[in-house]
């Protein structure tokens, strides 16, 4: 069974985000346990991300925020890493940004998996047009959700099926074959 690996932007997820739901409901779905949610270390949430794709081979990665900005971080780092596939949700533009500019801007490189980069025209952390640019430069798809600010609990996003249903997508859009594990 593939997992999936829902990894937290700045200050966790906490109910009602749409992550803590979806791990809630989701048996195939584990939240990634970032240390220090409200100061993020890069290189410490890399090494915990790593760590996590390592128990949990051929995983999804859903990366929410600065998760998804932690997702990209790694993929570009460790093309080798064993992930099927990627799945980044409003990531924040890091780019002078207090709190988070420490991690630098994200890569610009093509990334090793297949994936989407779900997108808001309104989203305050990320403008429309740089999420577009990122997904061209990681070859990713661009989901394209209007108006859906930051896609968190203040925009309105508690649970979010359709979120699963983009991670469903992507999995369908895989040629490599799926292992069945127990």
Known sequence: MIK????PGL???PAPHWQDWWAATDPTALMVDLPCPDRPMPDLWEAELAGMVLQHPNAVLVGHSLGAVLVAR???KWPQIE???AMFVAPADTRGARRIGH???PSRRALPVP???VASRNDPWMSFARASELATAWGSELVDLGAAGHI???AGFGPWPAGKALRDRLLGRLTRPVEKSA
């Open 4 to 7: 999936t690996l829902l990894v």
């Open 11 to 13: 200050d966790g997820s």
């Open 74 to 76: 790694l993929l570009s």
């Open 83 to 85: 992930v099927r596939a």
């Open 103 to 105: 991690f630098g801007s």
């Open 115 to 117: 994936s989407l980069l």
């Open 152 to 154: 968190n609990v203040a």
